[in-house]
């Protein structure tokens, strides 16, 4: 479950934005079943704590928690990205440069990384996340996005489910042409760093239900969040 005190230990955590080649392509929510099936993957091997996600048809807001000692985040998305096109049929149109190498055409090779610093930065990160539905103007409510662990956080007690946010952003964050800042709505909530830290306690004095973290708290068996 979200912790911010995993931005304090070695590894650390880090919020990404990785995008598709073409932004016209519907392929993340088109075809997420192969992505979830990417992500599970190489979580098995190589594993990593998804602390927040967000899935749009062109590209993906996540926060990451690395293992201690571990901070090799690219070469997760390498091998994500590579699981991921290999699903594919190759019908994507090639740049003569990725011809020649001999490279797929369904992701931007780079992607936006951005360590948390502190839990205000995560809290900032989380609601940049959840909100991004909304600022791209594919829902009205972030309630009715099915591709985003917000539900799982709802049903956690860390936000309410008529969460709205706001949509004007400070900082940057990966995407193109963006500006402004991200002020919570919803003023009982906007210490959400103190809100899941409370919850952290909760769950942390609770009898050990023999249930894995991810059960409890919604996430898929592929390790992604579910549509509820």
């Known amino acids: 479950m979200p912790n911010y005190r995993r931005a304090f230990i070695p590894g650390g955590c880090w919020f990404f934005t990785v995008n598709l080649l073409d932004r016209r392509q519907t392929l993340l929510v088109d075809q997420i079943g192969f992505l979830r099936q990417a992500v599970a993957d190489i979580r098995r091997n190589h594993p990593f704590t998804i602390d927040a996600i967000v899935i749009l048809p062109d590209h993906i807001h996540t926060i990451w928690s690395l ?12 091998l994500i990205k590579n699981r991921f096109a290999r699903a594919l049929p190759k019908q994507e149109t090639l740049s003569a440069v ?37 600022k791209h103007g594919y829902v009205r409510r972030v309630q009715d996005w099915p591709h985003s662990s917000f539900h799982r956080d709802v049903r956690a007690g860390t936000f309410p489910i008529d969460w709205a946010g706001d949509v004007e ?60």
Do not use: K, T
Request: with cysteine.
């Open 67 to 78: 293992p201690s000692g571990d901070s090799d985040f690219s070469m997760r998305w390498r």
């Open 98 to 134: 990725r011809a020649a190498r001999h490279e797929r055409g369904i992701w931007q090779r780079r992607f936006w990384e951005h360590r948390i610093r502190d839990e205000a930065d995560y809290a900032r990160h989380v609601e940049y996340c959840y909100i991004n539905p909304l």
């Open 169 to 228: 952003q400070n900082g940057e964050f990966g995407e193109r042409g963006e500006r402004g800042g991200l002020r919570s709505a919803n003023p009982p909530y906007d210490d959400v760093a103190a809100r899941l830290m409370e919850i952290g306690r909760r769950y942390a004095s609770l009898p050990d239900s023999g249930r894995s973290e991810d059960e409890i708290l919604g996430y898929d068996e592929n390790g992604l969040p579910g549509s509820s």
